[in-house]
């Protein structure tokens, strides 16, 4: 790797003290990553009976966010060769084998990467999203979804799927899933717990309204500091938290479970809970 691509960056190991581990945290420095793991240490041998485990070093909940980086033109064209899409460019030929050691080449600069683990066949890119400057689509990326196949020296395979965002040559997102293992980017900085969601939304709805979270707290009949909790991302929305909510913000309290990822009870008449259900946090 280049000296000028060399960049320190954290990782951050979080997860509960455990028989296997004697640590709750640990930070150290990997190159252009930013890295954050939820889980905890399966110790050095790293076992375990899982395939989609054994690709990393530990069966992990993982968030990587690559540093900004030129394309060359050879993988653009790979990633832009789409046959038989409506709407799309027409396929030029493109060599597709450029691939596989362009996505390798992101893997092995993930510390934890076993590279027993290769990315040994692509299909075609499908677009997600197209750049272009038109009436009815304004887009500054390209952003494309491309299916492929992980093997091991010992015959294993998984399916993989990488997302790969680009604006003009620079890469600027990269998403793998592997087995049912997804890597992708995180919403906080290095070093932060990922916040809930429905925090980002629920501040954007109470700005809009010009509901302060003082003015909150009291329509919901709660406290400061749960409204504030909630709109940070570090308290996760329940049902009943939500009605309220949606009762303070005077929007359908479905609606707001629906972008809370909640599901309504199934009795639920869309309104808030009674207020002697409400619980003082």
């Not at 887009?139 to 965002?165: H, I, K, M, N, Q």
């Not at 600027?172 to 890597?183: E, H, M, P, S, Y």
């Not at 909790?229 to 329940?238: E, K, L, M």
């Amino acid at each position: 790797m280049s000296a000028q691509r060399r960049r320190s960056v954290d990782i951050l190991v979080l997860g509960p003290r455990s028989a296997r581990t004697d640590r709750w945290a640990a930070t150290i420095h990997v190159v252009d990553l930013v890295l954050v793991y939820a889980g905890f240490s399966r110790g050095a041998g790293m076992e375990t009976d899982d395939a989609a485990s054994r690709v990393s070093t530990g069966g992990y909940a993982l968030a990587v966010s690559l540093a900004d980086r030129p394309l060359n033109s050879a993988v653009i064209k790979a990633l832009t060769c789409w046959p038989g899409i409506v709407g799309g460019n027409a396929p030029t030929p493109a060599d597709l084998a450029l691939l596989p050691p362009f996505f390798n080449e992101l893997l092995d600069e993930l510390p934890w990467w076993n590279r027993a683990w290769r990315v040994t066949q692509v299909e075609p890119a499908y677009p997600l999203e197209i750049a272009g400057n038109e009436s009815r689509r304004i887009t500054r990326f390209t952003e494309v979804s491309v299916p492929g196949t992980v093997s091991c020296d010992g015959g294993e395979e998984l399916p993989f799927f990488a997302r790969v965002r680009f604006e003009d040559n620079r890469l600027t997102r990269f998403q793998a899933k592997i087995g049912d293992v997804i890597l992708g980017p995180s919403s906080a900085a290095a070093g932060k717990r990922e916040p809930h969601p429905f925090g980002v939304v629920l501040v954007k709805l109470m700005n809009r309204r010009g509901i302060s979270i003082r003015e909150m707290a009291r329509r919901c009949g709660r406290a400061e500091s749960t409204i504030r909790g909630v709109c940070s991302g570090g308290r996760n929305p329940h049902r009943i938290l939500v009605a309220e909510l949606a009762e303070g913000l005077g929007m359908p309290e479905k609606d707001l479970l629906a972008i809370a990822g909640l599901d309504a009870h199934p009795d639920s008449a869309d309104r808030t809970a009674e207020p002697s259900a409400r619980a003082q946090s």
